[in-house]
């Protein structure tokens, strides 16, 4: 059974830093590239950052240089550091990873965690 489920969310004013984790389930964690979304209220979900099995890593324009997604292999656990927080950043994230095989879906979307930047 997949599973990835995310934690670490919470309020924070502008300007601060959260760390979001996600446990991944062991192969799923070594054999593919898991990667963090966000969805803000009447918004699509968005791609933030995603990071491959060797360590790989892209960010969303949005993101790029203010959030660090990064990996602990012996936890089967991946991190986005957030820095510099800003109110647009307020949404759920989700961590998630495509299937290796076709159609290469996402595994079932979590229950995400929720981040709330105050200005």
């Known amino acids: 059974q997949v599973q990835l489920v995310e934690s670490g969310g919470g309020l924070v004013q502008a300007g601060g830093s959260l760390r979001l984790s996600c446990a991944v389930s062991r192969n799923v964690f070594s054999l593919n590239t898991i990667s963090w979304h966000r969805q803000a209220p009447g918004k699509q979900r968005e791609l933030v950052a995603d990071?491959?099995?060797?360590?790989?890593?892209n960010y969303a324009d949005a993101v790029n240089v203010r959030f660090i997604i990064s990996r602990d292999n012996a936890k089967n656990t991946v991190y986005l550091q957030m820095n510099s927080l800003k109110p647009e950043d307020t949404a759920v994230y989700y961590c998630?990873?495509?299937?290796?095989?076709?159609?290469?879906?996402?595994?079932?979307w979590g229950q995400g965690t929720q981040v709330t930047v105050s200005s």
């Open positions: 998630n990873a495509k299937k290796l095989q076709y159609p290469y879906d996402y595994y079932p």
């Open positions: 990071i491959t099995p060797r360590g790989r890593t």
